[in-house]
């Protein structure tokens, strides 16, 4: 079955470490996105990525890199820079360019990440 | 800037009817979608629309007004597993970029028995 698998479910780290969430589509989808999602907030979109190796900042990029070496990986890597780390990560794809139409996003599970 | 709106909280009971309503202010727009999120699990799409009308699918109905900036999600017979967050979402050009989505803070909809 095709998927988007986001892992680990979740994940604890001590405040000054680096972290990567992994993020793998079995889509064949050329787009792929980060949201971050707090209590109370809409998902705010963190870095994004149209086709392979080449991506774009969202709205929330301070503190956080990515890669996108292969069309199916995304990874996320929370740095220490990264003021608020703790929240709820969803990794999502999507078709893009003129195929995109009513082409929904696809979420993968999320990683909720705990940063002490 | 942009902007989506949408109650925070509703609730209702089992059987009825409901209306989650969304207002949005963007800087283009490319469609709206709906998504329904279970807590602590991924949003799932529920709806798309581009056009102004009703889309209509099974249970869940939803309409659009782009002149109004507007539209809403209707959920008929509801059931006690409708008890999730709604997310309202637009598609805006952004950075150059087709496709990106804005999205509301969600609508946390409670089904009573």
Redo the contacts between chains.
Sequence with gaps: DGGITQSPKYLFRKEGQNVTLSCEQNLNHDAMYWYRQDPGQGLRLIYYSQIVNDFQKGDIAEGYSVSREKKESFPLTVTSAQKNPTAFYLCASSTSGILLGNSPLHFGNGTRLTVT | GQN?DQP?EMTATEGAIVQINCTYQTSGF??L?W?QQHA??????LS?N?LDGLEEKGRFSSFLSRSKGYSYLLLKELQMKDSASY?C?V?VNY?G??????????TKLSVKP
């Excluded at chain 2, 970029?97 to 969600?106: H, M, W």
């Design positions: 989506i925070t490319n469609g979608f998504y602590g699990e991924a949003p799932t799409f798309y581009v997310l979402a598609r950075g970029s087709q496709g990106n989505l804005i999205f509301g803070k969600g």
